[in-house]
């Protein structure tokens, strides 16, 4: 009686990454969250457009950076 959970796995191949993608993504997907924070900021608070664009400017560095600490960690 043989048992086809026991029978030999294939190893499965490792796949490369492509980091010039993934940092286009990530500097991409950044970029439009903070676009909506700053919008967002705009309008439910009313301030001038300079707090708007200091709320989204500062959303895309803090997002981007939380991304590419998650990317080199994938990426090693």
Do not use: C
Request: glycine share 10%; proline share 5%.
């Amino acid at each position: 009686m043989s048992a086809p959970q026991n029978s030999p796995q294939s190893p499965v191949p490792h796949v490369q990454r492509n980091k010039k993608i993934d940092a286009l993504i990530a500097i991409l997907a950044s970029t439009i969250v903070g676009f909506v924070a700053g919008i967002l900021h705009r309008v439910m608070e009313g301030v001038s457009y300079y707090e708007a664009l200091k709320t989204g400017g500062g959303t895309t560095i803090g997002l981007l950076i939380v991304i590419f600490v998650i990317l080199t960690y994938i990426w090693s």
